[in-house]
């Protein structure tokens, strides 16, 4: 089995499969923004405002507000928390969404995915201010992607982009496969792909043959929902794989969080991996603070 290094470098041993340490990372792109928003802080008076809203009492999404707003608090903004009951109904949604994108010291909105199955998603989605959809997921937003002319993106998508361009540097000329076709990461994933030159393949759960079209990729980036599928098998010695899923499964009597990647088996074939827990989730985390600083910057320029 091969040796494994922490990545915080940029440079990759050929006798090394090289973890991508998400945690490590994000902790600079946070940083990165604590400083960009003392500039902005500088110039205009006032904080970059982030407006979080968690509807019920989904155990998951509690922790994962709670880690937006430390990271935001971390980066300098000024985060406003929400909660509503499990109960709420569409109207009273969308009316707090709309007073939040009508009040200037909000220049980010984010209403956690996924809520209680009274409320449509596409709906409130759409009610998001586009320039302050921070989560990148309104239709104008996904449009400007999909063109090339990305402002606000997905934050999973981008930080996985991240992690690339840190452990390969320039992408161009990459043969690249998504798995999965997802409008939160699958299809912005392969858009930030194509953008950066990489040819790439979408496979999902009609694909035939996926495993020999994952085997000739220099870059996997698995989003699938499934845990652990990718074996060894699939991926092309040296490749760079990067493990979006995360799912909870019981492993002796115990409740363990894996990826949709089997890290174990993957990891000494793979050149460069991320792990689950601590890859791609800070780094989505992290994406969030740097676009709620751009959507500030945006609309102040504005």
Known sequence: MLG???????????????????????????????????????????QPGLAVVLVGEDPASQVYVRNKVKRATEAGLHSIEYKLPV??????????????????????VLVQLPLPKQLNEEDIIAVINPEKDVDGFHPINVGRLSSGQGMLIPC???GCLMMLERVLGNLSGKNAVVIGRSNIVGKPMAALLLKA???????HSRTQNIEAICSGADIVVAAAGQPQMVKSSWIKPGATVIDVGINAVE????????????YTDVEPVAGAITPVPGGVGPMTI?????????????????
Do not use: W
Not at 21 to 45: C, I, M, W
């Open 251 to 262: 492993c002796d009597g115990k409740r363990k969080l894996v990826g949709d990647v089997d």
């Open 87 to 108: 109960h709420t109904d569409q109207v009273t949604l969308n009316a707090l969404v709309d007073k939040l994108n009508n009040d200037p010291k909000v220049h980010g």
């Open 4 to 46: 494994c290094a922490i990545y915080n470098s940029g440079e990759i041993s050929d006798n090394m499969a090289v973890i991508i340490d998400g945690k490590q990372l994000s902790a600079q792109v946070v940083q990165e923004v604590a400083v960009e928003t003392r500039a902005f802080v500088e110039e205009f008076g006032f």
């Open 156 to 158: 999973t998508p981008l």
């Open 286 to 302: 992290a994406c969030l603070m740097k676009n709620t600083l751009i959507a500030a910057r945006a609309q102040m320029n504005k």
């Open 197 to 203: 030159n990489c040819t790439v393949t979408i496979v």
